[in-house]
């Protein structure tokens, strides 16, 4: 049981290139979640997903994109990266439990730097 | 806009000692608090949450006191030892699909 794992764990980028980060849960949660983490800012949401098919905008959604074709998989993607972009990116799982999402459970994130 | 304000950045706090780390909320909507803890180069854990309609909840050496009226919430941590340093960070969410919102983090170290 590998819990949240995330591809890549290290990414270096130039300006206007893109890219896609993969995160993957064996848990079998309904529901997932990209947070970005910056210096004295905590985490903040980009996007998240209720279900296979769905995804809705978080707190800091602008340039950045996301897929659930499959219930284990969330997909974040940067079509154009810009130097702002440059962060640690954290996924999370969670599953419904007596009317709430229940607790989350963070992958090990990805140092993205943007040059 | 900050919804979630933690406070202090920084602290140190000898063995054995209380560590103290505050948090205040502006949204009465929010209904769920959990803190997490972070080791460098980890993700965050789950340390311990609570719900609004009590006042305090304890597990082992970690403890949450809430205040709805004041809209704050403290984590506590008794017997501070050298294996808790690591960066601590409240959150507050509500609704279906609980979307956490995350104060800016405290950077706890205990000296042995």
């Given at each position: 049981n590998a819990g949240v794992t995330q591809t890549p764990k290290f990414r270096v980028l130039k300006t206007g290139q893109s890219m896609t980060l993969l995160c993957a849960q064996d848990?079998?949660?309904e529901y997932m979640y990209w947070y970005r983490q910056d210096p004295g800012m905590g985490l903040r949401l980009i996007h998240y997903s209720v279900g296979e098919g769905t995804t809705a905008k978080g707190e800091v959604p602008d340039g950045y994109n996301v897929s659930?074709?499959?219930?284990?998989n969330f997909l974040l993607g940067l079509e154009s990266a810009a130097p702002s972009q440059t962060s640690v990116y954290f996924c999370a799982s969670s599953t419904p439990k007596g009317g709430w999402a229940g607790e989350q459970f963070f992958g090990p994130g990805t140092r993205l730097t943007v040059l | 806009q900050q919804q979630v304000k933690q406070s202090p950045q920084s602290l140190i706090v000898q063995k054995g000692g209380i560590s103290i780390i505050n948090c205040a909320y502006e949204?009465?909507?929010?209904?769920y608090f959990p803190w997490y803890q972070q080791f460098p180069g980890k993700g965050p854990a789950l340390l311990i949450a609570i719900r609004p309609d009590v006042s305090e909840k304890k597990e082992g050496r970690f403890t949450i006191s809430f205040n709805k009226s004041a809209k704050q919430f403290s984590l506590h941590i008794m017997d501070?030892?050298?294996?808790?340093s690591a960066t601590y960070f409240c959150a507050a969410s509500m609704g279906g699909a609980q979307k956490l919102v995350f104060g800016q983090g405290t950077r706890l170290t205990i000296n042995p």
């Open positions: 848990m079998n949660h659930r074709l499959k219930k284990q | 949204n009465t909507a929010f209904d501070s030892q050298p294996g808790d």
